[in-house]
């Protein structure tokens, strides 16, 4: 407590005691005077005792004291009162010697309660979510005679799911624990049950039976697939409130406008709210119009490799004032411009083509066909592992293949970001019909189970230049929704990683163990291309696997290099 303005005036003060115990809330407010001759600055004026504030037992009594008027210092506490699990309350509360005893325990994948209670003994339970946002919701309820097992399936499991017991008496005290809070099975859970709704006027609401950390985006899908490409603005990222409506920051709704929901990182959730009641996705040009300073303007089209600028405009989606616009128009009436260049391109090479074979018809020879493109993306495991990596990745560059990896791009890797960097690599090798190679060590294996199990590390927890973790972001929805036959290849190293240890998921694509499998590995990267003679294609696999083996050797040798892994987990 503070002195007042008036050396004469006495001290006032306001205590506030609250407490929320579901389904019961409580909460006391007193006023505390202190003659002024009796405060001092700087030093405590007394106590003050409240001795008939009745509260649940286990209930978190908050305290909130301030001076009256308020100055900047406040007092605020939360208490957290013992239940009837511990001992000494036990044994001094007649109510708790009646209340039944509650245990959870595994049953397979599902869990068990089991309640210890006394022959004929009747009792409620009663199972709800523990919601931050309003008040609790009751899931279920029934009145039992003891003793029980219950058992709740493994899908019904979430955070907030709590659990609330008591006798069939009158003034029987609750107990109430939530288990759950820590399990991961109850977190992949709520993210499956979680749905973004759309509502009338542009309004929406992220549901979820818990509170969650999410980050919410718009993003721009352009038919044919391919990666939904975020918008900065109008929507920024931010962290959103579970079940409290939102409104979209639009003029007009588009059905290539659709919503992304992350969490620390991973995608959860993308919709295409409006491609229901507006149609299929459009194939329209988005245009993004910047705002910069002196009232600078510039209009662009927005594509998969960045932002073409143009001079036009068209209808509005959205105005930020001063952060920028988008701008839709129809693709229709570019086409026939783009048709005409293309035939007067056609012509053009043919009389290129004519004039050559005229003049050289005797002395043609095959030009060199282009290698086919190849990324290879691997996990940092220390110095040896990726001089192994960059041993693999030289002696196929020798090859006719033009082979991409982050070893050779670590500028460029730390400029752009490593999700940005393997989205952009994956995104032009596929479409240029190459192949993306997951080299698998023991690092890798053990961050995609991670992953897969939902308890994937924070990025910080990484090398800022690894691009693998990165690339669980890019690549496995592929194999998840089987698009990856035909896109991907998987590779593990002889006596590092055996093939059945490479995670199941990414088991759909071919796997090969190197260098003893290096004929069929360079067949697969060659595609249609592997025209080739047998003896052609066994003296390339020779020299690739005579350029690995060395440092395929000193990976084994070096100290920091990964430990041999003999088979899945």
Request: with cysteine.
């Amino acid at each position: 407590m503070e002195l007042g303005e008036s050396e004469n005036a006495p001290l006032q003060a306001q205590v506030v005691l609250s407490f929320q115990s579901y389904p019961t809330t409580r909460c006391v407010l007193l006023e505390v005077q202190v003659p002024a001759a009796l405060a001092q600055p700087g030093q405590s004026v007394g106590s003050a005792v409240f001795d008939c504030f009745e509260a649940a037992l286990g209930a978190e009594v908050r305290i909130w004291s301030y001076t009256q008027p308020r100055f900047q210092k406040e007092l605020n506490l939360t208490q957290q009162l013992p239940d009837c699990r511990g001992l000494q309350v036990r044994d001094s509360i007649q109510k708790c010697r009646a209340l039944p005893w509650l245990n959870v325990s595994a049953d397979g994948d599902d869990v068990r309660l089991v309640l210890d209670v006394s022959e004929e003994q009747r009792f409620s339970l009663l199972l709800y979510w523990n919601q931050a946002q309003g008040a609790s919701k009751p899931r279920w309820h029934s009145n039992l005679t003891g003793p029980q097992n219950i058992t709740l399936s493994h899908t019904d499991l979430v955070p907030c799911l709590c659990i609330q017991v008591w006798p069939l008496e009158p003034d029987s005290v609750r107990t109430s624990f939530c288990p759950f809070r820590k399990d991961p099975r109850a977190h992949r859970n709520l993210w499956r049950t979680a749905r973004l709704s759309l509502l009338p006027l542009r309004n929406w609401k992220l549901e979820a039976p818990c509170s969650l950390q999410a980050e919410v985006v718009l993003c721009w899908q352009a038919p044919g697939g391919g990666p939904c490409q975020p918008l900065a603005p109008p929507m920024l990222r931010e962290n959103v409130t579970m079940n409290k409506i939102l409104k979209f920051p639009l003029l007009k709704e588009h059905p290539n406008l659709c919503v992304q929901v992350s969490n620390w990182e991973k995608l959860q959730i993308q919709e295409c709210p409006w491609a229901d009641s507006l149609g299929p996705l459009k194939n329209d040009v988005l245009l993004v119009e910047t705002r910069g300073p002196q009232d600078n303007r510039s209009l662009c089209a927005l594509e998969p490799h960045g932002c073409t600028p143009l001079p036009s405009r068209v209808s509005t989606l959205w105005d930020g004032d001063d952060l920028g616009a988008l701008w839709t128009c129809p693709l229709d009436k570019y086409i026939h411009r783009r048709w005409a260049l293309v035939w007067l391109a056609c012509l053009l090479l043919a009389a290129v083509l004519f004039v050559f074979l005229f003049l050289k018809k005797d002395r043609v020879k095959a030009a060199p066909t282009r290698g086919r493109a190849v990324l290879l993306l691997h996990s940092a495991d220390g110095a040896g592992f990726e001089r192994a990596v960059g041993a693999l990745a030289s002696a196929l560059g020798r090859l006719p293949l033009r082979v991409a990896v982050d070893l050779w791009s670590r500028q460029e890797l730390s400029a752009q970001g490593p999700l940005a960097w393997v989205h952009g690599q994956r995104r032009q090798t596929l479409q240029e019909g190459g192949v993306v190679v997951l080299l698998f060590s023991p690092g890798a294996a053990a961050l995609c189970r991670e992953w897969l199990q939902g308890g994937a590390a924070a990025p910080g927890n990484h090398d800022p230049h690894d691009a693998f973790p990165a690339s669980l972001n890019c690549v496995l929805p592929d194999f998840l929704q089987g698009r990856a036959p035909g896109c991907y290849v998987v590779a593990c190293f002889d006596g590092l990683l055996p093939p059945d240890a490479v995670p199941a998921p990414f088991r759909a694509v071919p796997v090969y163990s190197l260098p003893s499998q290096m004929p069929d590995f360079l067949r697969c990267l060659q595609g249609r291309r592997a025209s080739r003679p047998g003896r052609l294609l066994a003296d390339r696999a020779e020299q690739v696997s005579r350029a690995l083996q060395p440092a395929l050797d000193s990976c084994f040798l070096s100290p920091g290099a990964p430990g041999p892994v003999t088979g899945p987990e």
